[in-house]
């Protein structure tokens, strides 16, 4: 793999001010001299039976996925009027379309006559809206009916009372976000909160969408674990991640049920024995924004951004992942291509071959010592602060300070 790590880390973008990243660096080389990370002031047992409880599981889908505002896709992926994209989101099918206004809209993927899903799951472009395949009822990219073959022998449908049901839908820097209950409101700027200038600062919505490739999973807390610490890279990544990361060297920054993890670069070694004025944060920082409660955005200083948005699947034991390559500049060349397919296929492979493969094996630990707990370290403590997020939003507590 050594050959492919150059260029995942190619290209810089300035993610946050210089000062910002400095006090970061800072951090990261103090955390270096002294064998330190970040530290949470105790360790956390978590029965097992959390993982394992099926009733629990049901209510994290209802009061959690079904309600809060869901990262679901990137804005780019949808750039132009027309654009569409038909998925299924923690059990929901829904339509995401950015309407002639340049507003995206998101739907519930459901004739209105025979509650028949409209469209088959993928993207597409469309003028004029979409078609139901079983008796052709139409839908302009709104969501509004327009037409109802045979209306004489059905009988009037009002058009204002037929229209697809329409979810609360906000894009925020360069990400779409949809809140999965028909009627509920969203405050994605409360949500966010003080998260939302350091995200706007990656620029997202200025990049080009190049590839979204689908990543099946374990449970989706087991899951979530493995995206929020830097203490498994030398042992489990050894021979990828742990070519250019430190194993164990982190930051961690909360804002509220978000954070930003950053991990110490080995490019760091030698760069803490130049004057600080000749550092270069893009080339020490392993950057990655965690937006609750599954998108991990990696490499917002680099030429390309990927980001993997991993959410509940259909039952207990599953989950799904998009994992989504963004560009700074769109590829000119068939080697600039080729270039960013590798990055896109190093990342995947990456998490497929190593994190979710241990995670299958975690879920199966889980279910063979089910009466047993787990102990998170004080190293650990982006994975503390997300379960704990997760307690407060099942309690009906706020998340945000
Ligand atoms: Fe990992």
């Not at 045979?150 to 839908?169: I, K, M, S, W």
């Not at 590798?342 to 199966?364: I, L, S």
């Amino acid at each position: 793999m050594t050959d492919t790590v150059p260029q995942y880390l190619s290209g810089t973008h300035a993610a946050m001010s210089r000062d910002e990243a400095m006090a970061i660096l800072d951090r990261l080389v103090e955390h270096l001299r002294n064998g330190t990370t970040d530290m949470a002031p105790e360790q956390m047992q978590i029965p097992i039976s959390y993982y394992l409880d099926r009733d629990e599981w049901e209510r994290e889908i209802q009061t959690v996925f079904h309600r809060i505002p869901l990262p679901v896709c990137t804005s780019a992926e949808l750039a132009n009027v027309g654009d569409y994209k038909a998925l299924r989101v923690v059990g929901k099918e829904i339509i995401l379309v950015r309407s002639k206004d340049g507003h995206m809209r998101a739907m519930l993927n459901v004739c209105r006559h025979r509650a028949m899903k409209l469209l088959p799951e993928g993207c597409g472009n469309t003028r004029h809206g979409f078609v139901c395949g079983y008796h052709s009822w139409s839908y302009d990219t709104t969501g509004r009916l327009t037409g109802v073959p045979g209306e004489d022998t059905f009988g009037d449908v009002p058009r204002e009372d037929y229209g697809l049901v329409q979810l609360a839908c906000e894009e925020r820097a360069g990400i779409v976000y949809v809140c999965l209950t028909p009627g509920l409101e969203m405050d994605i700027d409360g949500w966010l909160g003080p998260v939302l200038p350091h995200l706007e600062a990656l620029e997202l919505d200025k990049c080009t969408h190049f590839v979204t490739k689908e990543l099946a999973g374990p449970n989706w807390k087991v899951t979530l674990d493995g995206y929020l610490e830097g203490y498994h890279f030398s042992s489990l990544h050894a021979n990828t991640v742990a070519l250019t990361n430190h194993s164990n060297r982190m930051t961690n920054d909360r804002f509220g049920p978000h954070a930003r993890n950053v991990f110490a670069l080995k490019a760091l070694d030698a760069m803490m024995e130049k004057p600080r004025e000749e550092w270069d944060p893009a080339a020490a920082m392993g950057l990655v924004y965690w937006i609750f409660p599954g998108m991990a955005i990696a490499g917002g200083m680099r030429e390309r951004t990927v980001i993997s948005i991993m959410l509940p699947g259909d039952s207990w034991g599953e989950s799904m992942t998009w994992q989504t390559t963004l560009l700074r500049t769109p590829p000119q060349t068939p080697e600039e291509f080729e270039e960013a397919a590798k990055t896109a296929e190093w990342f995947f492979a990456a998490f497929r071959d190593e994190d979710y493969a241990a995670q299958t094996d975690v879920q199966n630990g889980l279910a063979t010592n089910p009466d047993g707990h787990m102990i998170i370290g004080r190293n650990e403590i982006a994975v503390q602060h997300a379960h704990e997020s997760l307690r407060r939003l099942m309690a009906g507590e706020p998340v945000h300070d």
